[in-house]
Structures are given as C-alpha cells and as structure tokens.
C-alpha cells in the first residue's frame, strides 16, 4: 500500500485561500543496498527536486475521491550522506474545465530497499513560496485558469540548500484518500525549443508548439515585466486581451542575470511578445510538452502529405494528462472532441493507453442530473446529451483497436446508468429537450447558445440530432453489453423502434429531415440533421440517395462545422462511391487553412476570426485527415 506511513501536509502559515504556492523541503540519508523511489501526488500540481536537480512534475489532473500518484526512480540523483528533497506545490483550490477544487496537500514517501526512509509528515520543512505570487492573479480563461506572477528578488537557492528565510514546520491532514497510479505515460518536456527574435520584443517559433515557458534575460535594474503569448498576431503584436481573457504571465525582475522555467502553466502558442526592449535578451523560448508516441508510417494516399503531416502534428499538441480540445485556450477534455482524437491517434500512432485513461477519467462521475458531464474532469455540471450518449461508441471503438475489455468493465455501470436515464426520459418514444445544453454545433438554430445559461425542458420540442445519437448509444451499449457476456438484446430493440419514431417524426415532404418537431412542425434544415439520419440509420434505403446528393453537392441547408465533418465522412465511406469526392474536400478545406499558414489546423475554417476573436489555431477535432487518410488505403473502423 502506497503512502501508508506519509502524510497529506501544508502550510502552518498559509496566505490565501487560492492559487497558493508553498515550498517543501526533507533531509534523509542515502542508502545504496536497492533502487530508491520517489512517490509523489498534489491535490493540484507540483515540481519536485533532488539535491538541487530536477527530477519532475505534473500532478495528473483528478478527482478528489481518486488521486493519481507519480511514482520516479531516483537512484541516480543520490549522494553519499545527507540527501535533500524539495517540493515547489500549487494549491488552485477553485473549479477549473480540468481540475476540481479539492483543498491543499502534497504528499510523498521515498523508499529504498525495501523501506520507508522517508514520509511527509509535520517535520517537513515548508514555508510560503518566495518567488511565485500567491492569492488570486488574473485569468488566463475560465476554463484554464488563473495566470501567475513571479518575483526574482525571492529566489534563493532552497531547492539546493534546503535553507531560506520564513521555514517552518508543516501542518498535517489525517484525510488519506483513495490513490491510483498515472494511468497514462509521463510527458517528454525534454526538448528545447528557442524562439526566434523579430523585433520590438517579438519572438517567434515558427509554428504552433506546446510547453512550458523558459528564458534568461539581463537586467540593469529591478524592473516589471510582462509576457504575452499565443497564436494570433494583431498589428504586429501578441493580442493578449480576448475580452475577459488575458494571456499573460508577470514577473518583477531583478538586477543582473534572471534565468526561468515554469512548471505548471503550459502554454498553446506560435509567438511570445515582451512589454519592454530594454533588457538583454540570452535565451527565449519553451521547453517542449509532448505525449510520448511512436508514428506509424504514413499510408495517406489521396491525402496530401503535408496534410497528413499537419494534422497529426495538431493531434500531438492537443494531447498531454489527456486528450484537449485545443493547447491555448482550455486544454479540456470534452468527450465529443476526444472522439475525433481517439479515433484518428488509433490510426496515426497505433496507441490505446491515452484512449483508455481518457475513457475511465470520463465516466468516474455523474452530474448531478446523472449524466456524464462535458469535460472530465471537472466539477462542471454542465451537460449536453450528445456528449453522453456518444460515449458508448468510444468504448467500442476502443475494443475494436485494443482487445481490451477490462476499461469496458470498469465504466460498465457508470455507462448503463446513463443509458437508463436517457431511456426513463423519452416521450412518446423519443427523447425531449431536456434539462441540459442541447447543443448540436456553432451554427444558426443548432447552438442553442441561450439554454448554457437557462436550462430548460421542453416535453413538447424533439430534435433528430439527439434521437440519432440515442439510437447509436442504445446499440453501441448493446455491443459492450454483449462483449462482457451480457445480454444486449433489449437496447437493440428499443434502437430499432425509436429509429422508425424519428422517422415519421422528423422527414419533411421534400425528402429531407428536419432538425426539430414541436406539436407536428417541423423546422431547420441543416447538413447535420441529414448526416445522422444517415448516420443512425433513421433515412430508409430508397431515401438515402437524395440525402446523399444534398450533402455532395451546393445545398440551402445549413451548413456543417469543422467539429462533425468526421461523421459525414464517416457516412460517405460506408456508403462506398465516395472516395474522390472525400478526398477532393479535405484537400480543398484543409488545404485553404494551410495556404492561410495555418501549422495546425483550425478550430473552425474561418480560424481566428471566430468565436469574437478566439478561434483557436490548433484544435483536436480538426486532426480528420488522419481518419481520411487510412480509410482511403482500406483501414479498419
């Protein structure tokens, strides 16, 4: 058993109730006769060091109740004598779309030979963090979370010496909590990557990249500091301010040499811009955040290489802890988004431990409403029954590249409580608005961007989208079901029943389905609403072509967003007949984004110029070509 011995501890004397920084340190002696480890976990993050070196960091984002442990072997780092460990922690303690406010704590034990020589208890030396800010700062966005605000004058060599001004002894928690080890891979942030120098306190990597901040700049003076970063450039400069959103770090530097690296904002970005020229400039840039995969060789043919190329790269920068749903902006896991990336990692790395993480980080809890939440994990509330019902196709997928029915066991229940609620609420055999965000796409008339604010149930409003995901959950249950020697039999039947509801319900008299009905009239004609009749198979046999035609050639519907291309071609592949035409249109709209210098690929074709100026640049859903590209050479799936 882990952390029998240790101890959750912090701060005898703590400053805020959020964004605290505190600093740890622990003398033991070295012993040679095994390996020795380091276990460590944060109730939010920290960066730990041995002997003034850096050994790692990155608390895997959690849930109170199931807190993931990182286990180091430290052997290497060890002197004769007296040994030092230090602890930089981070307690955000407030709601973020990746982490769940969940009070202060670290804790950690060091074994070696066998035994416990070391445990966090009261005796460990802690004080209040000398450099970095605590208490509120800016945010960077509500999703992401607060920014920070760092100060050279405070830096004085603990982590090396264990010794500093303000130590003292720590305060102990007896809250103990259930711990799991990583369940995916640690990051490589080994990589350097210097930014180049344009003028005017510019700088440029050259294309999108993901990691945390490193510089070493000359001063002549104490002076203030500000750093933007991100994506977009705007009359020459780094747009920090997205209204309420401020990509921005500060730092108050002091005279001489001042030398940084940053271990818990990671940053999505193409430039970093300074406020001031009046420093000297020695190194400027990120040490590189990458999941560590291998590449399978590329098979795109039909795909352009570069776009191919493109959109694996963009897959990379959105995954690290988990899947995001883009670098800059959220880094969130939204379980629609993760689909697209699980799908699409399967064919470009042939890995399945990112999906299988992800799979059992999105089903350990429930809304209050008993449905899986939009982000996980996340204390949000907030749902959107596509984004539930949707999921058991992941756990599907995910059996058909893995074999591995062990994660479709351990969310089995979770999974069925979902399927039971969405059942319970139909009406007339089909689901109603309910009390959620019934969200389709950013589009007119499919955003429902009101009812993120005023949830409403309205038993009298249906809409095709989620009936077609309800008969596709209702079916890709079955198949789970089915998979863990269970009887699936009962889904199948009520998918087939509410298929032919939604069919009378939702088909206009010009051929094509409708999104809504309410009391018998129908309304909004969209490519989206014709995708998944296709999709869950609502269009019958002889209705099919003239759906077909509409989504292959110019239309009046409204039209498809970036986020549900993978499900039209989806529908087009399984058809047959539509090679030409699918690789003709990722060619023509992801080649427009990369004509437009696009190095990953967009949230949406337009890119920045949406969502008021915060279209992000690089964005998980948008990796499609990677799918295209092995369907074309006859992939499975």
């Given at each position: 058993?882990?952390?029998?011995?240790?101890?959750?501890?912090?701060?005898?004397?703590?400053?805020?109730?959020?964004?605290?920084?505190?600093?740890?340190?622990?003398?033991?002696?070295?012993?040679?006769?095994?390996?020795t480890t380091?276990?460590?976990?944060?109730?939010?993050?920290?960066?730990?060091?041995?002997?003034?070196?850096f050994?790692?960091?990155?608390q895997f984002?959690?849930?109170?109740?199931?807190?993931?442990?990182?286990?180091?072997?430290i052997s290497?780092?060890?002197?004769?004598?007296?040994?030092?460990?230090?602890?930089?922690?981070?307690?955000?303690?407030?709601?973020?779309?990746?982490?769940?406010?969940?009070?202060?704590?670290?804790?950690?034990?060091?074994?070696?030979?066998?035994?416990?020589?070391?445990?966090?208890?009261?005796?460990?030396?802690?004080?209040?963090?000398?450099?970095?800010?605590?208490?509120?700062?800016?945010?960077?966005?509500?999703?992401?979370?607060?920014?920070?605000?760092?100060?050279?004058?405070?830096?004085?060599?603990?982590?090396?010496?264990?010794?500093?001004?303000?130590?003292?002894?720590?305060?102990?928690?007896?809250?103990?909590?259930?711990?799991?080890?990583?369940?995916?891979?640690?990051?490589?942030?080994?990589?350097?990557?210097?930014?180049?120098?344009?003028?005017?306190?510019?700088?440029?990597a050259?294309?999108?990249?993901?990691?945390?901040?490193?510089?070493?700049?000359?001063?002549?003076?104490e002076?203030?500091?500000?750093?933007?970063?991100?994506?977009?450039?705007?009359?020459?400069?780094?747009?920090r301010?997205?209204?309420?959103?401020?990509?921005?770090?500060?730092?108050?530097?002091?005279?001489?040499?001042?030398?940084?690296?940053?271990?818990?904002?990671?940053?999505?970005?193409?430039?970093?811009?300074?406020?001031?020229t009046?420093?000297?400039?020695?190194?400027?840039?990120?040490?590189?955040?990458?999941?560590?995969?291998?590449?399978?060789?590329?098979?795109?043919?039909g795909?352009?290489?570069?776009?191919?190329?493109t959109?694996?790269?963009?897959?990379?920068?959105?995954?690290?802890?988990?899947?995001?749903?883009?670098?800059?902006?959220?880094?969130?896991?939204?379980?629609?988004?993760?689909?697209?990336?699980?799908?699409?990692?399967?064919?470009?790395?042939?890995?399945?431990?990112?999906?299988?993480?992800?799979?059992?980080?999105m089903?350990?809890?429930?809304?209050?409403?008993?449905?899986?939440?939009?982000?996980?994990?996340?204390a949000?509330?907030?749902?959107?029954?596509?984004?539930?019902l949707?999921?058991?196709?992941?756990?599907?997928?995910?059996?058909?590249?893995?074999?591995d029915?062990?994660?479709?066991?351990?969310?089995?229940?979770?999974?069925?409580?979902?399927?039971?609620?969405?059942?319970?609420?139909?009406?007339?055999?089909?689901?109603?608005?309910?009390?959620?965000?019934?969200?389709?796409?950013?589009?007119?008339?499919?955003?429902?961007?009101?009812?993120?604010?005023?949830q409403?149930?309205?038993?009298?409003?249906?809409?095709?989208?989620?009936?077609?995901?309800?008969?596709?959950?209702l079916?890709?249950?079955?198949?789970?079901?089915?998979?863990?020697?269970?009887?699936?039999g009962?889904?199948r039947?009520?998918?087939?029943?509410?298929?032919?509801?939604?069919?009378?319900?939702?088909?206009?008299?010009?051929?094509?389905?409708?999104?809504?009905?309410?009391?018998?009239?129908?309304?909004?004609?969209?490519?989206?609403?014709?995708?998944?009749?296709?999709?869950?198979r609502?269009?019958?046999?002889?209705?099919?072509?003239?759906?077909?035609?509409?989504?292959?050639?110019?239309?009046?519907?409204?039209?498809?967003?970036?986020?549900?291309?993978?499900?039209?071609?989806?529908?087009?592949?399984?058809?047959g007949?539509?090679?030409?035409?699918?690789?003709r249109?990722?060619?023509?709209?992801?080649?427009?984004?990369?004509?437009?210098?696009?190095?990953?690929?967009?949230?949406?074709?337009?890119?920045?110029?949406?969502?008021?100026?915060?279209?992000?640049?690089?964005?998980?859903?948008?990796?499609?070509?990677?799918?295209v590209?092995?369907?074309?050479?006859?992939?499975?799936?």
């Amino acid at each position: 058993m882990v952390f029998e011995k240790a101890q959750w501890i912090w701060l005898k004397y703590s400053a805020s109730d959020v964004n605290e920084y505190a600093d740890f340190t622990a003398a033991f002696p070295a012993r040679t006769d095994g390996k020795t480890t380091l276990r460590i976990c944060s109730k939010s993050d920290y960066a730990c060091f041995l002997n003034g070196r850096f050994i790692g960091f990155n608390q895997f984002p959690d849930f109170p109740d199931r807190k993931v442990y990182d286990e180091y072997d430290i052997s290497e780092y060890l002197v004769k004598g007296e040994n030092l460990l230090a602890v930089l922690a981070l307690s955000k303690n407030y709601d973020t779309s990746s982490h769940i406010k969940n009070g202060k704590g670290i804790i950690f034990e060091i074994e070696s030979g066998g035994k416990i020589i070391l445990a966090s208890d009261a005796h460990v030396s802690s004080r209040l963090s000398a450099t970095y800010r605590s208490g509120p700062v800016p945010l960077v966005t509500g999703q992401l979370g607060m920014s920070f605000a760092y100060d050279f004058n405070g830096t004085d060599g603990w982590t090396e010496t264990g010794r500093g001004e303000g130590f003292a002894e720590s305060v102990v928690s007896d809250r103990k909590g259930n711990f799991v080890p990583r369940p995916v891979k640690r990051l490589n942030v080994s990589e350097k990557i210097p930014f180049r120098d344009v003028g005017g306190g510019l700088y440029d990597a050259g294309r999108e990249c993901v990691g945390y901040l490193f510089f070493e700049v000359e001063s002549d003076a104490e002076k203030e500091l500000t750093l933007s970063y991100g994506e977009h450039i705007v009359d020459g400069g780094v747009r920090r301010k997205i209204h309420s959103r401020d990509f921005s770090v500060r730092f108050r530097l002091k005279k001489g040499r001042n030398i940084f690296r940053s271990y818990f904002l990671r940053f999505g970005l193409r430039y970093i811009q300074l406020d001031r020229t009046d420093l000297t400039i020695k190194e400027m840039g990120i040490y590189g955040a990458r999941y560590p995969v291998e590449h399978v060789p590329y098979a795109g043919n039909g795909i352009p290489r570069e776009i191919y190329d493109t959109a694996v790269y963009t897959l990379e920068c959105c995954m690290h802890e988990h899947y995001e749903d883009c670098p800059w902006r959220e880094q969130a896991q939204y379980t629609m988004d993760s689909r697209t990336q699980m799908l699409c990692g399967y064919y470009a790395f042939g890995e399945t431990e990112m999906a299988a993480g992800a799979l059992r980080t999105m089903a350990h809890r429930l809304t209050a409403q008993g449905v899986f939440p939009i982000t996980s994990p996340s204390a949000t509330q907030l749902s959107i029954p596509s984004f539930s019902l949707i999921y058991p196709l992941l756990l599907r997928e995910y059996y058909e590249f893995s074999k591995d029915a062990s994660v479709l066991e351990d969310v089995y229940e979770n999974t069925k409580s979902v399927i039971e609620h969405y059942i319970s609420a139909r009406i007339d055999g089909l689901l109603p608005s309910l009390a959620e965000w019934n969200f389709f796409e950013w589009e007119n008339g499919l955003d429902n961007a009101s009812e993120i604010s005023v949830q409403r149930y309205n038993e009298k409003l249906f809409s095709l989208p989620v009936n077609a995901f309800f008969i596709n959950a209702l079916e890709n249950f079955a198949f789970v079901s089915e998979v863990l020697k269970k009887d699936g039999g009962a889904y199948r039947l009520l998918a087939e029943e509410t298929r032919r509801k939604a069919h009378d319900v939702f088909l206009g008299e010009n051929g094509l389905f409708y999104t809504y009905s309410e009391n018998g009239l129908k309304s909004n004609l969209s490519e989206y609403s014709q995708v998944f009749a296709l999709y869950a198979r609502i269009a019958e046999k002889n209705e099919r072509g003239r759906l077909l035609y509409e989504l292959t050639h110019e239309n009046e519907l409204v039209p498809l967003t970036v986020s549900s291309y993978i499900f039209k071609y989806e529908v087009l592949f399984s058809e047959g007949g539509y090679e030409d035409y699918i690789a003709r249109d990722v060619s023509e709209k992801w080649g427009y984004m990369l004509k437009r210098g696009a190095t990953t690929f967009w949230e949406t074709i337009k890119g920045e110029a949406d969502f008021e100026g915060a279209g992000s640049l690089c964005h998980g859903w948008s990796a499609v070509p990677v799918y295209v590209a092995w369907k074309l050479q006859g992939g499975k799936g």
